[in-house]
């Protein structure tokens, strides 16, 4: 099972994922792993950071992985279920970690390793289209591959949702 929750910035994504994911574990007897994708840069980003960990329970085993999410997801067992927050800050780290590398590549790579994936995945990603149009040939470039990013897991994913306001909007699989 993959669930993709699309939304914007503090749209109530990363809480609704969790709650999401907590329904996933016990039923069907999942390991609960937290992979976070952020770095902690500046004060801002350690105090967002410290919050998503005050969220979660003391049972997600959390992993930081910045840039290796689709080595992590080959690796997962059927008995997982991994909460991955977050693909735009992962995609980010792209652009500026490995800044020679096509991004567009890393995302086939996530969306192969997906593909195969026997462990149960929550996917946690910004919707960053609807907005202002960038000015700057970067933040152009990182809005096109996050669009492109989503669609191509949106595709792949079995549930996707749409949060706005704290309020999930099925888009694609059963409703909750």
Request: hydrophobic share 45%; charged share 20%; proline share 5%.
């Amino acid at each position: 099972m993959i669930h993709l929750i699309l939304g914007g910035a503090r749209s109530g994504k990363s809480s609704y994922a969790l709650t999401s994911a907590e329904q996933y574990i016990a039923p069907r007897e999942r390991r609960p792993v937290f992979i976070a994708t952020a770095t902690a840069s500046d004060e801002e980003m350690r105090l967002r950071i410290t919050r998503h960990q005050q969220e979660r329970g003391d049972h997600w085993q959390l992993e930081e992985i910045p840039l290796a999410l689709a080595e992590r997801i080959t690796n997962a067992l059927p008995n997982e279920l991994l909460l991955i927050d977050c693909l735009t800050l992962w995609l980010n780290n792209l652009f500026f970690m490995t800044p020679d590398d096509d991004p567009a590549q890393g995302v086939a790579a996530l969306k192969s390793a997906l593909d195969g994936c026997q462990a149960d995945v929550v996917l946690i990603a910004n919707e960053v289209g609807l907005g202002v149009i960038p000015m700057g040939d970067i933040t152009r470039r990182y809005v096109d591959q996050a669009g492109w990013m989503n669609q191509a897991l949106a595709a792949i994913a079995d549930k996707v949702t749409f949060v706005a306001a704290g309020l999930p909007m099925t888009l694609k699989g059963e409703s909750a």
